[in-house]
């Protein structure tokens, strides 16, 4: 299939899918004579799974890391588990860095009902200092 194709048929955009192939991940693609990418259905496949990790907020290094497990089938997937373990901890900082700065927006929101500038309870928060 030409790359329009494997975009579509994953959801990913044609830049998208040449830069993958520019970094690694993906695999150059076979020309046909008339220059064009001709994809098969590995191709579909790992470009899945790489769209799969980038969407879980994978680095492009971890995804090529676990490309690496993926492409030795008989390999320990220890290295793969320890590259999800570790990222699901940067993820749970982050959502509580975010259930943070809800309560402090939830704060100054509820802080103005209108009025001036001057005595507007947002602007006189942004400008104090956090807790």
Do not use: W
Request: aromatic share 4%; proline share 2%; net charge positive.
């Amino acid at each position: 299939m030409q790359i329009g194709k494997i975009a579509r048929a994953t959801g990913t955009k044609v830049n998208t899918v040449r830069y993958y192939e520019e970094i690694g991940l993906l695999k150059p693609a076979p020309r046909s004579q008339s220059g064009r990418r001709i994809y098969a259905d590995a191709d579909v496949e790992r470009l899945v799974f790489i769209r799969r990790a980038r969407g879980l907020g994978f680095s492009v290094s971890e995804v090529r890391s676990l490309l690496e497990v993926s492409d030795a089938p008989n390999r320990d997937c220890k290295d793969a588990a320890n590259l999800a373990r570790n990222h699901l901890r940067r993820v749970e900082e982050q959502i509580e860095q975010l259930q943070a700065m809800r309560q402090e927006l939830i704060g100054l929101a509820r802080a103005c009902d209108g009025g001036t500038a001057t005595d507007c309870g947002i602007i006189g928060g942004l400008a104090r200092k956090s807790a």
